[in-house]
């Protein structure tokens, strides 16, 4: 049974920083990229960013690039999400994913597995 799970969301005050971890279980991790997407409140979720397999190659949206970094840990299982200089429009249900196409694709319809998404909140 593959499963991504998701920590670390909370409430941060804008310009803090938070860490999101994102523990996989049930695949190859390492043959699979790996994306962070997320969703505000009443909005359509969105690319964050993703790693690539095998290799560290990381893409991200411009909305967080230079803010957010995203490294894996292969040996672990798990993906992380380095956020920092956190604004109030960060605010959103943060999501993993795991993908198998040859590069990290923005598109949610190129993720496979998906996490249940952890709650970050930025107060102004």
């Known amino acids: 049974q593959v499963q991504l799970v998701e920590s670390g969301g909370g409430l941060v005050q804008a310009g803090g920083s938070l860490r999101l971890s994102c523990a996989a279980s049930?695949?190859?991790?390492?043959?699979?990229?790996m994306g962070w997407f997320r969703q505000a409140p009443g909005k359509e979720r969105e690319f964050v960013g993703a790693?690539?397999?095998?290799?560290?190659?990381?893409y991200y949206a411009g909305s967080v690039k230079g803010r957010f970094t995203i490294s894996r840990d292969n040996a672990k299982n798990t993906v992380y999400l380095q956020m920092d200089s956190l604004k109030p429009e960060d605010t959103a249900v943060y999501y993993c994913?795991?993908?198998?196409?040859?590069?990290?694709?923005?598109?949610?319809?190129?993720?496979?597995?998906w996490g249940q998404g952890t709650q970050v909140t930025v107060s102004s």
């Open positions: 994913a795991a993908g198998s196409t040859v590069v990290p694709s923005p598109s949610q319809s190129d993720y496979t597995y």
């Open positions: 049930g695949i190859t991790f390492s043959i699979y990229n």
């Open positions: 790693i690539r397999r095998y290799v560290t190659t990381t």
